[in-house]
């Protein structure tokens, strides 16, 4: 297979992201679960089936555009629903059910890098890998990318991002209900985030001055607890 081949360049970069993301949101499900709210579950959304996930336009065309663009990659599924009064202690429990996606995303891209070291020290430094390994490792490498930035992402504290509610478990009632307020204007402040503030002042982009730093730390930390350079 050709990596230029733009068949190949969307299913290695659309496959690892339709599997972080569904991950993802089950983590939220499945953690919710465990604190009392069995909302996700009752509506059959604690499955790993991408079906049950996919968002025709966050899962699919968004990402496809962006591989053959070459822009990075990034997408969202169907947020699996909790009922924040259903969990047992809603304040803090909320924010471990917040974490739980940004936290699997994490520890994904740990083993993406793990089975990538794997398949290195089998085939050895510097292997020359062939069609079926090649896509396999390409795979597994932009899964690392994808989870990562997922994580990082998705913990910016601004609404919807996971990162808000974790916001407003730490601030104090009075304060996180005035933060609360600002999520259904969610949608507006994340096109103004990603798109509009970059387009009127260049300078404010938020995903290369915020997000990839440490996107690029965390990735370069996990190459090197196995000690490779790719």
């Given amino acids: 297979m050709d990596d230029t081949n733009i068949i190949y360049t969307v299913a290695t970069w659309l496959i690892p992201l339709m599997l972080a993301i569904v991950f993802h949101e089950v983590a939220h499900g499945w953690v919710a679960r465990y604190f009392g709210d069995p909302t996700a579950a009752s509506l059959g959304r604690l499955t790993l089936n991408p079906i049950k996930h ?21 997408g969202w599924a169907k947020p699996v629903p909790v009922v924040q009064s259903r969990l047992r202690n809603p304040r803090w429990h909320m924010m471990a059910v917040a974490f739980a996606g940004p936290g699997i ?3 994904l891209g740990f083993f993406a890098v793990a089975a990538m070291a794997l398949m290195v020290n089998i ?21 690392m990318i994808i989870n990562i930035f997922l994580a990082l992402f998705n913990l910016l504290p601004v609404p919807p991002f996971d990162g808000s509610h974790i916001v407003e478990g730490i601030l104090p009632p009075p304060l996180a209900e005035k933060y609360a307020s600002l999520r259904k204007y969610s949608l507006p402040i994340l096109l103004l985030l990603l798109l509009v ?18 996107v690029v730390f965390v990735i370069n930390f996990y190459l090197g607890i196995f ?3 790719v």
Avoid at 60 to 68: D, F, K, N, Q, S
């Fill in 227 to 229: 000690g490779l350079n």
């Fill in 54 to 74: 996919v968002d025709p336009i966050g899962t699919v065309a968004l990402p496809t555009l962006l591989a053959v663009t070459g822009a990075p990659i990034f």
């Fill in 197 to 214: 503030l970059p387009m009127v002042f260049p300078e404010a982009r938020i995903i290369e001055r915020v997000i990839l730093p440490p």
């Fill in 123 to 143: 085939m050895g430094e510097g292997a020359d890998f062939g069609t079926v390994s090649g896509f396999i490792f390409d795979n597994l490498r932009n899964f």
């Fill in 105 to 107: 995303n994490l520890i």
